[in-house]
T-cell receptor, first 114, second 113 residues
Framework: AQSVTQLDSQVPVFEEAPVELRCNYS??????LFWYVQYPNQGLQLLLK??????LVESINGFEAEFNKSQTSFHLRKPSVHISDTAEYFC????????????FGKGTKLTVNP | DTGVSQDPRHKITKRGQNVTFRCDPI?????LYWYRQTLGQGPEFLTY????????KSRLLSDRFSAERPKGSFSTLEIQRTEQGDSAMYLC???????????FGNGTRLTVT
């Protein structure tokens, strides 16, 4: 079975500051990894995914995440955040083969202050 | 691609009543998933379908919960004899293949009074 730990439940930052949202996972098999974002009063949207290949993946709005197999981590980073990045961010994992159940972490609420 | 749609958006019901939610996935997606999300938690897996076949159910899905996807298109989730602990956001998602990213609907918020 897979599990996901998001180490910070809330992260407040000032606009234009860098941010890192941490995610660690546990799995006995190889996995695919995802970050989803949930803006206030909206549904979950895929932010970025790691399936294979380069361990650094990027989103269209400046976020990036790096898959680190040895540390079983998939931290999300952005060098300069905007007010509009205020949202809840969920890390998720699914096994390669076997169960098709996507397992989520508890989420990190990012609040960007002016 | 019209996205995943869920109906209703909100449902308030009294304890002991039955409720049914509907999910219409993206048309070419053969996987359909139900999740439940409570305040401060990530989405918790309930069940999923490949076409009309229900392939996996969580232990969270008690006997009072039943899900169907009769023709491999839309799905319904029914909760019988609702309890206050059932109050949550019920999310539906669909995907093209087993390991493709999930596309989520906006959810149905259930409040049991």
């Amino acid at each position: 079975a897979q599990s996901v730990t998001q180490l910070d439940s809330q992260v407040p930052v000032f606009e234009e500051a860098p941010v890192e949202l941490r995610c660690n996972y546990s799995s006995s098999v190889s996995v695919y990894l995802f970050w989803y974002v949930q803006y206030p009063n909206q549904g979950l949207q895929l932010l970025l995914k790691y399936l294979s290949g380069s361990t650094l993946v990027e989103s269209i709005n400046g976020f990036e995440a790096e898959f680190n197999k040895s540390q079983t981590s998939f931290h999300l980073r952005k060098p300069s955040v905007h007010i509009s990045d205020t949202a809840e961010y969920f890390c998720a994992v699914i096994s390669q083969g076997g169960s098709e159940k996507l397992v989520f972490g508890k989420g990190t609420k990012l609040t960007v202050n002016p | 691609d019209t996205g995943v749609s869920q109906d209703p958006r909100h449902k308030i019901t009294k304890r002991g009543q039955n409720v049914t939610f509907r999910c219409d996935p993206i048309s070419e997606h053969n996987r359909l998933y139900w999740y439940r999300q409570t305040l401060g938690q990530g989405p918790e897996f309930l069940t999923y379908f490949q076409n009309e076949a229900q392939l996996e159910k969580s232990r969270l899905l008690s006997d009072r919960f039943s899900a169907e996807r009769p023709k491999g298109s839309f799905s319904t989730l029914e909760i019988q004899r609702t309890e206050q602990g059932d109050s949550a956001m019920y999310l539906c998602a669909s995907s093209l293949t087993g390991n493709s990213p999930l596309h989520f609907g906006n959810g149905t918020r259930l409040t049991v009074t």
